[in-house]
């Protein structure tokens, strides 16, 4: 079935883009919540156009074959992926958060 990808899409990227929205928004204060809800919004909207935009550049300014130019563009964004990856498993410090007991 060539169109498998399409059906199971769906029940991944709910789940990823659900839990990245929890990560994302886990420390932020409550007053600023809505300024850090609208940037997520905002990078999730305009950060794939903007990606394949910057690739679809390097494909066509690397070479005039197709073939070629895309391959590069491919390994830039494996690499790109592969360091984003790496940057979001590293451990990160966090504040702790003082709870108001009153």
């Known amino acids: 079935m060539p169109y498998a ?6 029940f991944g990227a709910g789940v990823a883009f659900a839990a990245a929205t929890l ?11 809505g300024l850090a809800g609208g940037l997520l919004n905002t990078a999730v909207e305009i950060g ?3 990606g394949l935009a ?14 070629s130019g895309y391959a ?3 390994r830039i964004a494996a690499v790109s992926l592969l360091i ?5 498993a590293s451990p990160r410090r966090t504040k ?5 007991t009153e």
Do not use: C
């Open 5 to 10: 990808g399409l059906l199971i899409f769906p």
């Open 84 to 88: 984003t990856a790496l940057f979001s």
């Open 72 to 74: 590069f563009a491919l």
């Open 96 to 100: 702790k958060v003082k709870e108001n």
């Open 48 to 50: 794939p156009p903007l």
């Open 54 to 67: 910057v690739l679809a550049s390097l494909a066509t300014t690397h070479s005039h074959h197709p073939s």
């Open 23 to 33: 990560a994302a928004m886990q420390d932020v204060n409550e007053d600023q919540r």
